[in-house]
Structures are given as C-alpha cells and as structure tokens.
C-alpha cells in the first residue's frame, strides 16, 4: 500500500533551471493537492485537482505549472526556478473535496535553488 | 493576513500529563477543522477532525475541543507519550476541501 509517492526526495537546482516534482497516488482518489512548506511556516497550496483534465490554482501558483492527464498521477512544473521556490514541497490526494475526507500526504520533496 | 494562527511555537511536557496544543481561526466559514502530525522529514499524517458544527471530538487519547464563539480550537493529548513528539498543525477547510495551515506547534515529550 504505497498511498502518495512523491520523487524526487532531494534535488538542488541552480537559478533559471527546470524541473518536474513528480506526483502519483494509488487510492484511486480523485482530489490532488500540491502545497510547500518554508520554514517555520505552514503549508501553503500551490494548486489543486479534482479530476483528471481539471486544475486550479490555489494560494500560491505564481512560477508553477501542473497537470493531471490522469487519475494517479499530478506532476509538478517549475519553469525558470528561483531562490524564492525554495522549500519542501508536497502532494496531497483525498477521495472527495470535502472537509471530512482527510488528505493523504507524501513524504515530500525538499527542494534547494542556489 | 492568515487565516488561521498557531501561537506557541513550541510546547514541552512530561510524559504522563496532559498536552494542550492551541489553534485560532478568523473566518467563521470553515466547515471543518483538522489537526496533522508531522515527523521529521515525513509527510503529514492525519490525526482528528471536528466539524464546524460539533464543539467536542474524541479518539482515544486525542480530543478536540471547538468554540465558535472564540474561534478557537484546541488539541489535547491525554496521557501524552514520548511518541508523539512532533509538529502539530491545524488547519481548516474550505470549499473543495482546500486546507489552510497554521504554523505548526512542535510537541516535545520528555521522559
């Protein structure tokens, strides 16, 4: 029972590189959530989805890019990264949209722009 | 502006006593409010839930207690053990099941 897997765990990038944290769930859950963590801080949503083809932006997507082409899967994009993005990173998947359906979450991605 | 304060940083207690971990919120809104513990380098697990229209839930040794009048909520931990010791987080739910956090209080359980 795997749940939300998220890779890399680690990654380093320098300034105006590119990558994808990849996102992938196997409870058949139809709501993805994608939030980061700075330090000492709470979690802030990135963007959501509720069903494959269907996202939204959440509090805050500014340099961020996602997509869902299926049930499992919610990769992540960081076009141009900056020392901004910074942080952990996590994924998130919940059955329905609704308060009483508590989130699953990831072990997270811990993310370094330098 | 957040919408939902954790205000303690940090908590210390003895193992066997009662832990209080405390949450405010400002949007009369939220239908559901839950708590997540999280380990170092972990992803947040799922611990109790209340909502918005209860003021008490209980399970096992975890209780959560809301008053809408104060909007606040509290944690509590009863006896609290050396095992959980981690950071707690709050958060609220909103439309679509969107959780907003607060800053995470860190429990710290002492033999």
């Known amino acids: 029972n795997a749940g939300v897997t998220q890779t890399p765990k680690f990654r380093i990038l320098k300034i105006g590189q590119s990558m994808t944290l990849q996102c992938t769930q196997d409870?058949?859950?139809?709501?993805m959530y994608w939030y980061r963590q700075d330090p000492g801080m709470g979690l802030k949503l990135i963007y959501y989805?509720?069903?494959?083809?269907?996202?939204d932006k959440g509090e805050v997507p500014n340099g961020y890019n996602v997509s869902r082409s299926t049930t499992e899967d919610f990769p992540l994009r960081l076009e141009l990264a900056a020392p901004s993005q910074t942080s952990v990173y996590f994924c998130?998947?919940?059955?329905?949209?609704?308060?009483?359906?508590?989130?699953?979450f990831g072990d997270g991605t811990r993310l370094s722009i330098l | 502006d957040q919408q939902v304060k954790q205000n303690s940083p940090s908590l210390s207690v003895q193992e066997g006593r009662i832990s209080i971990l405390n949450c405010d919120y400002t949007n009369s809104m939220f239908d559901y409010f839950l708590w997540y513990k999280k380990y170092p380098a972990e992803g947040p697990t799922f611990l109790i839930s209340i909502s918005s229209i209860k003021d008490k839930n209980e399970d096992g040794r975890f209780t959560v207690f809301l008053n809408k009048s104060a909007k606040h909520l509290s944690l509590h931990i009863v006896p609290s053990q050396p095992g959980d010791s981690a950071v707690y987080f709050c958060a609220a739910s909103e439309e679509g099941g969107k959780l907003i956090f607060g800053q995470g209080t860190e429990l710290s359980v002492k033999p």
């Open positions: 409870m058949n859950h139809n709501y």
């Open positions: 998130a998947s919940s059955y329905r949209g609704q308060g009483n359906q508590p989130q699953h």
């Open positions: 989805s509720v069903g494959a083809g269907i996202t």
